[in-house]
């Protein structure tokens, strides 16, 4: 039985409109395993970046606590008034399902997801942004500079631009930024072109309109258009499985027509599961230059479903044009 009306439905309070929301996904399941001790110091340099870097008037944060132990639980109650949402599972699901469990239900136009060993620097957020709203097929942005990943589920950016001479191929990259790149991977990524002339340090793909856009963009930390995810409603079977990344997260924009592109300068930096000196000495300040709602706005303005795009078509003529004129 029922006695009276509920009175919350009287008071009609407004619900609070975000535009960007940012998802971590943490695993950390002990502190003894080698690969996990040190990984503690490390989640809390993240999360001291995120929140000192990021417009919190119109962003929020989604934490996903992958059946972590105790002691990130802990950590994780010390941001209790920061973190918007904080989604604890009790075991662990893997990294695209839980995500994708996130994504497909929220209302803001951008969502990022990042892993939770990265180090975001000041006016990330604003940079990003800013490509989204010069370029409306813009699908991806990454942080920082991504060359060695140009070609990575990016037919769609080469097939629309590159014959119609709207990409540079040059030296855009700082050498510095290369050097943070290859320090937080510990990998020769960049170096590494096998038969071609260049490697990524030397020359990369970028409009040449504006060399402060590089073609390419990674999954450890990067910023989508939340339309993306909503064309799709199928599930991962299993909770790992090599390729999930590319097919779940990294090729949905590629196969609606849009680009997956990154920052000339470097906003990011891939920590690992070890803190070194230059984490240590390197503090993330509250940003003053925040983005701009107007922006935002702009940004997310353009639709999704009207970019009518043939992606088998177009994958095959990017094939085409990698292997004629030798990419």
């Not at 040059?170 to 050097?179: A, G, L, R, T």
């Not at 592109?261 to 230059?289: E, Q, W």
Request: with cysteine.
């Amino acid at each position: 039985m029922r006695r009276g009306s509920n009175p919350e439905k009287l008071k009609e309070n407004t619900l609070k409109k975000y535009y960007h929301r940012i998802i971590v996904i943490i695993h950390i399941p002990n502190q003894e395993e080698d690969y996990y001790k040190d990984q503690l110091p490390v989640l809390q340099k993240c999360l001291d970046g995120l929140f000192a870097t990021i417009n919190r008037s119109i962003s929020v944060v989604t934490i996903i606590d992958n059946n972590s132990c105790q002691e990130v639980k802990n950590l994780l109650d010390l941001y209790q008034d920061k973190i918007e949402k904080l989604v604890r599972l009790r075991e662990n699901l893997g990294k695209v399902a839980p995500i994708l469990n996130e994504v497909r239900g929220i209302f803001e136009p951008f969502v990022t997801l990042m892993d939770s060993d990265v180090l975001l620097f000041e006016g990330w957020e604003k940079a990003v942004i800013n490509i989204f709203q010069k370029y409306k097929y813009a699908g991806i942005v990454a942080p920082l500079p991504c060359p060695n990943l140009a070609f990575y589920n990016n037919s769609a950016v080469f097939v629309k631009n590159f014959l119609f001479g709207k990409l540079g191929y040059d030296k855009v990259v700082d050498d510095k930024d290369c050097k943070l790149y290859l320090k937080g991977f510990n990998s020769d990524y960049l170096l590494n072109r096998a038969n071609r002339q260049y490697d990524w340090k030397e020359k990369s793909y970028f409009f040449k309109n504006d060399p402060s856009v590089i073609i390419g963009a990674g999954h450890f930390v990067a910023t989508y258009r939340t339309k993306l995810f909503h064309k799709y409603n199928n599930q991962p079977e299993y909770k790992f499985k090599g390729g999930y990344e590319d097919e779940f997260l990294d090729k949905i924009s590629d196969k609606q027509g849009f680009y997956r592109l990154s920052t000339v300068k470097t906003y990011a930096y891939h920590m690992g599961n070890v803190l070194d000196n230059f984490i240590t000495n390197t503090l993330s300040r509250s940003n003053d230059d925040h983005v701009d709602v107007e922006v935002l706005k702009q940004a997310s303005s353009f639709s999704v479903k009207n970019n009518f795009h043939p992606y088998k078509l177009v994958d095959f003529l990017f094939r085409v044009v990698k292997k004629v004129y030798k990419l």
